[in-house]
């Protein structure tokens, strides 16, 4: 297995949590470390519990693991929720002033900090955060020059005197656990390499940025908001134009618009949002104009649980907006995917001239992953399609010379000009057309033209679907257990196949990236050769699954399901592949073990 090492922060919203996370984030990430961090928060601004994990190792770490090696809690509430959770070699720093531990399992060392003797609580609230992460560095064999320097960065906005005071409370607690606690068994390593981390809302945009995005808007609505954020703080730099909208309904609209008239446009929301945008799909589809939606799915219905993470939006997606039209539909399977697949998939949409819908979740928008600065390619190719944005023989034109903006072609892509192009005069329209745009049922509907114009535009799917990538088996051919997933599980089912092959179990995985087209007899030829399989997916009725019988006829033995708002752990698979296998159940639903 690999070696990784786990940190989980636990507090009260305004307690202080973020502020440790980004610290040693920073920290871990310049010793050349992988790392993946995932915040459970409540939707409050203050109170309710939050529970931060930061996961570290020298090889890549793709999900937030299945134990704490180190448990910082801010309050009472957050010691009594986990520290039931930890095993023998962890470790529990503390708050002695005012946290009562209670007994820990064997083998955990209990690490008191007496705050109120080592730091002036009047000056600093949060000095225990402080002198926890001092203490906790000691522990794991960091040299406090790594602390000295992050805390420097943290805080020189607000001077000297500032950062010289946390400086002193960090040595205090470094010095202190150096001589009352007991080192970790394994120092942290320190490897050359240097790693970005990233949020999956900046990784889309600066995704984005690397596509050629001239325009960008959105209403605010988390977990997508944080793309807006970024878009807004490089907007100049980038040459980007951003506009906060009143409503997903104008967000839509204007996005299109700018699509439209000639530049890349791209939006951002959850799915309440995106039920707003669904007739603007269509207008997208119907004008063949290209569009990117970004929908980072939370858990629902409704508002459901705003601050919480599903995969529960797969068939809002499906059937987004009304009619037959093609669309592009895929899922990012990691933070660093999140990147690269806003150029691809504006590539697509671009050159077949209709909608493409990327399919995110809360776990990857603001999960943070160490990333290869190597891997964000800011000079991606751009291919822009059948994009007319100069005068010239009208390609397309007719026998007279008018220009068809919708003319009919085997492939079904027309020639898209650019308004204002001289010689390039059509109508846009909304309503069935013809090849020039003008509308069919102006006196009587024209049900032969309507049929053709229908077929065109669905023959840019069977072009979509040969474009692009086919998904593909990762692990042993032959296998005990197949495992299905989409998007954003990719790493937690990667890591419980190791898990499984380790104990004995033989294990491959079978992650799907692009949802619509689905490759479906691709994906029957690839398991018609399982011996057992099981589809892996964070919502209560096993959208993918349906989907997929829907696409292809395919039924799996199995299916694990969560949709409890937490992510899986790794463990949270393998038990249910265990119990599956031996025939007990069909259909795992996992608990999250962190107490209510």
Known sequence: MRQTFAVGIGGAAGQGVATPGDIFAKIFSRRGLHLNAYNAYQSIIRGGHTFLTIRTGPQK??????????????????IDRHLRLLTAGAACIYNADTIKPGVPAEGVQLCPLPVSDLADITRNKVAQNTLAIGA???????????????????????????????VSIARAGYDYAASKFKPFERPLPMTEHRYAVLSGNIAMAMGGAAAGVKFYCAYPMSPSTGVLHWMAAHARKAGIMVRQVEDEIGVVNMAIGAAHAGVRAMCATSGGGFALMSEGLGMSAMMETPVVV???????????????????DLWQMLGAAFGDYPRVIAAPLDIGDCFKLIPEMFNIVDRFQCPGIVLCDLL??????????????????????????????PVGAGTNGAYKRYKITESGISPRAVPGVPGHTHTAS?????????????????????RAMMEKRMRKAMGIEALIQAPALKGPPNSDVTLIGWGSTNGVIEEACEILNEQGIIANQLQIRWLVPLHG??????????????????????????????????????????????????????????????????LSVPAHEVMV
């Open 61 to 78: 770490v793709t999900n937030m693991g299945d134990r704490i090696d180190l448990l910082i809690p801010l309050n009472q509430d957050s």
């Open 521 to 586: 007899e691709a994906i029957n030829d690839i398991l018609k050769g399982s011996r057992h399989t099981i589809i892996v997916e964070n919502n209560y009725s096993g959208q993918f699954a349906r989907y997929l019988r829907s696409e292809s006829s395919y039924v799996p033995n199995g299916y694990i399901r969560k949709y409890d708002g937490e992510p899986f752990m790794p463990h949270h698979i393998v038990e249910a592949v265990k119990e599956q296998l031996t025939g007990k159940t069909h």
């Open 294 to 312: 970004i929908d980072c799915q939370r858990a629902g219905p409704s508002t459901g649980v705003p601050t919480k993470t599903e995969q529960g």
């Open 364 to 393: 990857l928008s603001e999960g943070r992953l160490s990333v290869d600065p190597k891997d964000l390619n800011f000079n991606s190719q751009i291919d822009r399609g059948e994009l007319i944005t100069a005068n010239g023989v």
């Open 430 to 450: 909304t309503d069935e057309h013809d090849e020039d745009g003008v509308l069919i049922s102006d006196e009587f509907t024209n049900t032969v033209k309507r």
């Open 136 to 166: 906790g560095l000691n522990m794991m064999g960091i040299s406090f020059q790594a602390l000295e320097n992050v805390l420097a960065e943290q805080f020189k906005k607000k001077g000297d005197a500032v950062v010289a005071e946390n």
